[in-house]
């Protein structure tokens, strides 16, 4: 991931050298095969190319000419799309190494760069090698601990202390916010919070995540003088795992009319690709085994309890919209499945 974001090619096992289209500093090296999205080369409309509810499946395709980076990009990016409406020919070809290409697709992804690679470069460069299986052992969350805690009085709460945790090879900190005193007689009001920066902290209006997040720190101080407790997991995984700079691309998709969900499909991107057994994990290693969830989705109930923790209890956290989220919400409730009206 490192190396993706460095722009570094990278070698997934059997496949051949792939250089990340967005981020390679050498915009010279060339290929006529690039590593694309189903969604992406459905656009493109490559022959033989099957629809693919999963839009971010791999996709290796050979265009008529040698493309360098600057000529692939608008192919990688349906952001571009508007700017750069004429592409192709191209045709779809196999792909004798799905599970390496897979992989390429996933590191893409939580390196927050697009989903798109020049096959075997010229030049190429020396690749840094990795296994498909690789993935899975780092993104285990047994590898998962707390790395400090400390006494922080918020606004909502002065009794309040929050606990670092880190994973190895992993920048990315979770932390988890403890409101009131810890006591196991009585389940915490836990709430998961993934990562906002445009909402948590510049106030967007385009979601409901800064309120959100307000709200439940509002009801955890509420639980906290009643003698209860809660505690908010703050998961680094923004744009619903996709990466900052892939949800502002998503924003200007919505800008030309789709919805959220579409937008990351056209980007190649799953719709969903958060980690809650790693909440999960967070719970286990703070004591807390029995918890009343507040979540409007009900896949966090059933990911959590499939990780062996206990929701007892599912509380609504439902907040007015605005004239800016109205669509992002009624996406949230028609398409993803969130108890909301």
């Known amino acids: 991931m490192d190396a993706l974001r460095h722009g570094w090619p990278v070698q997934v096992g059997s496949s051949p050298a792939l250089l990340p289209v967005e981020t390679a500093p050498n915009r010279a090296a060339a290929s006529r095969r690039l590593l694309i999205s189903a969604a992406r080369a459905e656009t493109l409309k490559l022959t033989n190319q099957r629809e693919a509810a999963g839009g971010h499946a791999p996709v290796l395709m050979r265009a008529p000419e040698l493309l360098d980076l600057t000529g692939a990009l608008p192919i990688a990016d349906p952001a571009l799309d508007l700017a750069n409406p004429l592409k192709g020919p191209f045709r779809a070809e196999p792909l004798e190494w799905q599970d390496e290409a897979v992989a390429a697709m996933a590191l893409a992804r939580i390196a927050g760069v697009l989903p798109a690679f020049l096959v075997d470069p010229r030049p190429e460069g020396e690749a840094v090698a990795l296994e498909a ?5 780092w993104s285990s969350p047994d590898n998962l601990s ?3 805690r400390a006494h922080l009085p918020i606004a909502r ?3 309040a202390e929050i606990v670092a945790f880190r994973s190895v090879d992993d920048m990315r900190e979770h932390v988890a916010l403890i409101l009131g005193a810890p006591h ?3 389940p915490p009001l836990v709430r998961l919070h993934s990562e906002c920066l445009t909402g948590d902290i510049f106030g967007s209006l385009k979601c ?3 309120p959100q997040l307000d709200g439940a720190l509002g009801a955890m101080s509420a639980e906290a003088a009643w003698d209860g407790w809660g505690v908010l997991l703050y998961l680094r995984q ?5 990466g900052l700079v892939n949800k502002l691309r998503a924003y200007r998709l919505q800008d030309e009319g789709v919805d959220t969900l579409e937008a990351n499909r056209r980007l190649g991107l799953p719709e969903e690709a958060r980690d809650f057994p790693l909440a999960a994990r967070m719970l286990d290693l703070l004591g807390v085994g029995s918890i009343r969830l507040m979540t409007n989705n009900l896949e966090k109930v059933v990911a959590l309890e499939d990780a062996g923790v206990k929701v ?3 509380v609504p956290h439902e907040l007015p919209a605005n004239p800016h989220n109205v669509r992002y919400l009624a996406t949230k409730r028609d398409r993803a499945g969130h108890l909301l009206t």
């Open 208 to 210: 409901d995540c800064g």
């Open 146 to 148: 707390i790395a400090t």
């Open 157 to 159: 709460e002065e009794e």
């Open 133 to 137: 299986g690789d993935l899975a052992e």
């Open 184 to 186: 196991s007689d009585r």
């Open 238 to 242: 923004e744009g619903r795992g996709i």
């Open 312 to 314: 007892i209890e599912r």
